[in-house]
T-cell receptor, first 114, second 108 residues
Framework: EAGVAQSPRYKIIEKRQSVAFWCNPI?????LYWYQQILGQGPKLLIQ????????DSQLPKDRFSAERLKGVDSTLKIQPAKLEDSAVYLC????????????FGPGTRLTVL | AQRVTQPEKLLSVFKGAPVELKCNYS??????LFWYVQYSRQRLQLLLR??SRESIKGFTADLNKGETSFHLKKPFAQEEDSAMYYC??????????FGDGTTLTVKP
C-alpha cells in the first residue's frame, strides 16, 4: 500500500511569512495527526482529526497555526505568521482501528524560519 | 494530563551486550503503549505495541502497571539496532503522546 505522503520536504522562509504543508494519508485511514518535532525532542501532537472532525487540538497555537481536513482525506497545516521558534520538522501520520491504532508516518517537512 | 518520560537521551552498548531502553508514563486511565523506531534517513515506524505481546527483531517490552513502565529490552544488541527509539502512549480517547526519545548506539 502507498505510504503517507507529505509536501514539500523542505521549506525555508523568513519570519512573519506564511507557509502551508500538505499531507495525504493512507487510503481508508480515518485518523490523521500533525506533529511538530523540534530538534532533540519527541514529536509533539498539534492536532488530531477523526475523518474531518477535530479530536484534539489542545496544543495547537491557534493564533498562528490552522489545519483542515476537508472531505476527511487530505489535510493542510498552515502557519501565519511564522516565528523563529517554529523551525522544526512537521510530521503527518495516519492510523485506523483495523491497524490496531498503529501510526504510519510520512517523511516530514523540515521548516527553517530565518 | 498524560506524560511519557524516557530518562536516557543517549545509550551506548557493545554488540552482543544486553540493552534496555527505559520508558515511564503517567496516565490515570488504561493506556495503550507503543515503541516506535527511526533508523537513519528513514521514517518513524512502529516497532511493537504492548497489546500484541510479541517480539520484534529480538526486542520485547512488558507493561508494568504498578511501576507505570514499558521498558524495551533486547538480550543481545546488534549494530543494526542503532537508531532513535520513541515510547508513545495512546489514551482511552485515542490521544497520542510521545517521549523525547533515546538514541541507541551499538558499537562493534
Amino acid at each position: 500500500e502507498a505510504g503517507v505522503a507529505q509536501s514539500p520536504r523542505y521549506k525555508i522562509i523568513e519570519k512573519r511569512q506564511s507557509v502551508a504543508f500538505w499531507c495525504n494519508p493512507i487510503s481508508g485511514h480515518a485518523t490523521l495527526y500533525w506533529y511538530q518535532q523540534i530538534l532533540g525532542q519527541g514529536p509533539k501532537l498539534l492536532i488530531q482529526f477523526q475523518n474531518n472532525g477535530v479530536v484534539d487540538d489542545s496544543q495547537l497555537p491557534k493564533d498562528r497555526f490552522s489545519a483542515e481536513r476537508l472531505k476527511g482525506v487530505d489535510s493542510t497545516l498552515k502557519i501565519q505568521p511564522a516565528k523563529l521558534e517554529d523551525s522544526a520538522v512537521y510530521l503527518c501520520a495516519s492510523s485506523s482501528r483495523t491497524s490496531g491504532n498503529e501510526q504510519f508516518f510520512g517523511p516530514g517537512t523540515r521548516l527553517t524560519v530565518l | 494530563a498524560q506524560r511519557v518520560t524516557q530518562p536516557e537521551k543517549l545509550l551506548s552498548v557493545f554488540k552482543g551486550a544486553p540493552v534496555e531502553l527505559k520508558c515511564n508514563y503517567s496516565y490515570s486511565g488504561s493506556p495503550e503503549l507503543f515503541w516506535y523506531v527511526q533508523y537513519s534517513r528513514q521514517r518513524l515506524q512502529l516497532l511493537l505495541r504492548h497489546i500484541s505481546r510479541e517480539s520484534i527483531k529480538g526486542f520485547t517490552a512488558d507493561l508494568n502497571k504498578g511501576e507505570t513502565s514499558f521498558h524495551l529490552k533486547k538480550p543481545f544488541a546488534q549494530e543494526e539496532d542503532s537508531a532513535m527509539y520513541y515510547c508513545a502512549l495512546n489514551t482511552n480517547a485515542g490521544k497520542s503522546t510521545f517521549g523525547d526519545g533515546t538514541t541507541l548506539t551499538v558499537k562493534p
